[in-house]
């Protein structure tokens, strides 16, 4: 699942070009947004205006949706600026495993601050199905300093949904589409409806500038979304993730995540010196 998502989401993500945060008079960069009532949340990458079009492209999350989504860049008929100078226009939501369509995201008034630091846009999400979620999305430009929120832990714990486990390895690491993304993998043995066996997870998640965590996660029991949040601790962080899977009660992992070493690759520094001196 997750390499079919991160082709498709890299192709998406950098066809904009995946540009610096623009000047302050212009909507150019990668803002974040959140929904202010209900769940959502929008990564949007606006290029350059042309005219008053505005390309763009991106990432999103939606319970309603069943996780992440990918925003179509070449989807029509896009964003534009109108007579007073507002947002509008509709923007083509698409699956990022099954890469068809899965909605649409209606922006029918978009308004970014003088300063061009702060945007707001009330918008529809509107489903295959034609089911509807009216929300209004505040944020603004993406920090260009990432935190190090990565890390591993042997002794995480699962609890809740008919599933326990005390000594359960957790990694968060990097993604390849670099910050807000990270890559979330888990395995080790549970007990699941009173039977030990070994569980697998994996997933990918959208991390907002204050820790709060959302993403899609596929793991032996199903695949379902996922919220919580990651902080700084003394020489780590904390994870804490609530996933639903189907037909379950709220799953909980939990765990302290020590920082990756990565090993310093070997030189063969002595070897040339040995042999300079023979």
């Known amino acids: 699942m997750r390499y079919a998502r991160l082709t498709l989401l890299l192709s ?9 945060n623009g000047g302050q008079r212009s909507v150019e960069g990668t803002w974040w947004l959140r929904a202010s009532a209900g769940d959502g949340v929008l990564l949007l990458e606006l290029s350059e205006e042309e005219g008053a079009l505005i390309p763009a492209a991106g990432a999103g999350w939606c319970s309603d949706l069943g996780g992440i989504f990918l925003v179509d860049p070449d989807g029509l008929p896009g964003l534009t600026f109108d007579f007073r100078g507002r947002m509008t226009g509709k923007l083509v939501l698409v699956d990022p495993d099954l890469e068809e369509p899965i909605g649409t995201l209606e922006i029918a008034d978009g308004r970014i601050g003088e300063a061009r630091e702060r945007i707001q846009l009330k918008v529809s999400i509107v489903g295959e199905d034609e089911t509807t979620t009216r929300a209004t999305f505040r944020g603004g430009r993406l920090p260009e300093d990432a935190p190090d929120w990565t890390g591993r832990t042997p002794d995480g714990r699962l609890r809740g949904g008919g599933i326990r486990s005390r000594k359960y390895t957790i990694e968060v690491s990097e993604s390849l589409l670099g910050f807000p993304f990270l890559d979330l993998d888990g395995a080790g043995p549970a007990l699941v409806d009173g039977e030990e066996k070994d569980l697998e997870f994996t997933g990918l998640l959208i991390a907002a500038p204050n820790g709060r965590l959302f993403g899609s996660v596929e793991f032996d029991v199903g695949e379902c979304v996922a919220q919580g949040r990651i902080r700084e ?3 780590g962080c904390r994870l804490r993730l609530a996933l639903c899977p189907p037909d379950r009660k709220r799953l909980k992992i939990m765990g ?4 990756t070493v990565v090993p310093e690759p070997e030189t063969s520094g002595g070897d040339d010196e040995e042999d300079g001196g023979q």
């Open 12 to 20: 998406l993500l950098l066809i904009s070009g995946v540009v610096a």
């Open 256 to 259: 302290r995540l020590d920082p």
């Open 233 to 235: 601790v003394e020489a």
